[in-house]
């Protein structure tokens, strides 16, 4: 039997030192090949969650293990992870190919994987047709599907997404 994709262990997080925990001993397993989510008010602790799997910020207490092989490092994980931050910010200046293309080769594919990536990305996005404008030019729904198409490039083995829907249109 593989080892689960995510396991989350007796995680604890407060911003002060006396102030409330917002997450206080969350514990739980996700399998591999799960599609799951977490649903949950404003402040319920979504986005840290999000943000302590990822090591954006450090817990006080508890364990993370990622894909049987401890706490996420970028380097050692590199291409094994697909990450969308909730507030991800694209380069205006560049194309949805171009910034897809150079996060591709960031993740470690090849010139040739990337460019591969970068179609099946903007497909799999419904943006294919618009690869070659400026990502300032395109709406706030389209420079989502942007960010959530970086998250999907190559074949990630876990994709780690922070309010994914925000921003887009129910059909998207």
């Not at 262990?9 to 399998?31: I, Q």
């Not at 602790?45 to 954006?56: E, H, I, M, P, R």
């Not at 380069?91 to 099946?120: C, I, Y």
């Amino acid at each position: 039997m593989s080892s689960p994709a995510l396991v989350l262990e007796g995680l604890r997080k407060r911003y002060t030192r006396r102030g409330p925990w917002v997450l206080d001993g969350l514990t739980c397993r996700f399998p591999r090949g799960a599609v799951s989510g977490l649903v949950g008010p404003n402040g319920a602790g979504k986005t840290t969650l999000f943000s302590a799997v990822v090591d954006f910020l450090k817990l006080q207490e508890g364990r993370v293990d990622i894909l049987g092989e401890g706490p996420f490092e970028a380097f050692r994980f590199k291409g094994r992870i697909g990450v969308l931050p909730q507030d991800a910010q694209l380069d205006l200046r560049l194309t949805p190919h171009a910034f897809l293309r150079g996060m591709g080769q960031l993740q470690g594919l090849s010139r040739v994987e990337s460019e591969a990536a970068v179609e099946r990305a903007l497909a799999s996005v419904n943006l294919a047709d618009r690869a070659q404008d400026r990502v300032g030019a395109l709406s706030h729904g389209m420079r989502r599907r942007i960010s959530v198409a970086s998250a999907l490039l190559g074949q990630p083995e876990l994709v780690l997404l922070d309010e994914p829907t925000a921003g887009l249109d129910p059909r998207e």
